[in-house]
């Protein structure tokens, strides 16, 4: 009796086994063929992936080269690849950037990361901690810095790119031919009086631009970085004259859909900052 029972469990555990191994084999039993038909259209030398689920899509992650994690949605359309790569691998113009920054002899470089994202230009982010702080710097390739953002580590689908409505990038390339769209973000912040906004960073003309709609949809302004040696001789005048003691910290050229345009000037004396707006006329506007 004992010699059967014997022979029962050892074969109940062959059975387990082989179930275990077939297990082991299949690495997604739950990932629809269309989304491995998906992967395998767009990488079609991988192996070893391992599929995961992240905020309501399946990321495949892999290895080629460096670490690479590819974001489809459920009906398997790409939306997302992100590759882990070292410093030295960045293109040399973000590098010379990096290095001309004030992160770069401060900061200690945690993590850098290229963005390919669907209707978007490539994106480089390099993730430099001090102490506490972390900071992500945005770049494009040709070196310009998007923007800098403290990093939360609430980054489970920071990256994912916010789909833009065939109005705003219909206005986009009828205003700004030929432009690249580089990042998309909608404030959430109740408390922010651009609650709601969607804000869309592109390159045009090779210079860096911020383009704000209303929760609407609707053009709100579009501003853009300019040099002291940019400013028109009418606001270097103001400035030399009213704000002297002053010094000149950063200056923008802002364009509202109200058709009002001025530069915004960011003032430094000491603890002391102060902004002021200047229009081509040399008046100084509320």
Not at 51 to 66: C, L, P, R, T
Not at 178 to 189: C, K, P, T
Not at 206 to 222: A, C, P, Q, V
Not at 249 to 267: H, S
Request: include cysteine; aromatic fraction near 12%; glycine fraction near 2%.
């Amino acid at each position: 009796m004992k010699l059967k029972k014997f022979a029962f469990l050892l074969a109940l555990s062959a059975i387990w086994s082989l179930q275990s191994c077939d297990n082991n084999d299949d690495e997604s039993p739950n990932v629809p063929v269309e989304l491995q038909n998906a992967l395998s259209s767009k990488y079609p030398n991988v192996t070893n992936v391992k599929w995961e689920s992240k905020a309501g899509y399946y990321v495949a992650d892999f290895y080629d080269q460096y670490e690479i994690s590819a974001w489809f949605t459920q009906d398997g359309i790409w939306k997302m690849t992100e590759t882990d790569i070292p410093l030295s691998a960045l293109p040399q113009e973000i590098q010379a950037s990096f290095e001309n920054s004030e992160y770069y002899l401060t900061w200690k470089v945690d993590d850098v990361d290229k963005l390919e994202r669907d209707g978007f230009e490539i994106i480089y982010v390099i993730e430099v901690e001090k102490q506490n702080q972390e900071v992500d710097l945005h770049y494009s390739a040709n070196g310009t810095l998007i923007k800098s953002i403290v990093d939360t580590d609430n980054d489970e689908d920071e990256y994912l790119p916010v789909q833009l409505t065939e109005a705003i990038k219909n206005f986009i390339y009828k205003n700004y031919s030929n432009a690249l769209i580089m990042e998309v973000d909608i404030e959430n912040d109740r408390n922010d009086k651009y609650y709601g906004y969607t804000e869309v960073d592109i390159i045009h003309n090779r210079i860096h631009k911020e383009i704000l709609f209303d929760s609407n949809g609707n053009w709100y302004s579009t501003s853009w970085e300019v040099h002291k040696n940019e400013l028109p001789e009418t606001v270097r005048n103001v400035i030399e004259k009213q704000y002297k003691e002053y010094n000149l910290d950063d200056a923008e050229y802002i364009e509202k859909a109200n058709d009002t345009k001025y530069y915004r000037i960011d003032l430094e004396l000491g603890e002391t900052d102060l902004t002021v707006n200047i229009d081509s006329d040399g008046n100084v506007i509320p």
